[in-house]
């Protein structure tokens, strides 16, 4: 089945990521921490970006029926 080899191609590229820092989780996260450090700049425009569609994209709160007493 097709999902079956998405899942399988998934599997086999963690596995490769995982045996490069030596199964190593704290590795894993240095080696993330130092590229995001590359990309600081790039980071830092998509969470502006980010923040203002959220703020944009806010519902105004209001009521469409009044209150029953």
Same mark, same amino acid.
């Given at each position: 089945m097709r999902a =079956?080899?998405?899942?399988?191609? @998934?599997?086999?590229?963690? !596995?490769? @990521?995982?045996?490069?820092? =030596? !199964?190593? /989780?704290?590795?894993?996260?240095?080696? /993330?921490?130092e590229e995001s450090k590359k990309y600081q700049e790039q980071i830092n425009r998509f969470r502006e970006m980010t923040r203002a569609k959220q703020e944009s994209s806010a519902p105004a709160l209001e009521l469409r029926e009044r209150p029953k007493d």
């Open positions: =079956d080899i998405a899942i399988e191609e @998934i599997r086999e590229v963690r !596995h490769r @990521i995982s045996a490069e820092f =030596d !199964h190593d /989780l704290d590795k894993y996260f240095a080696f /993330l921490q």
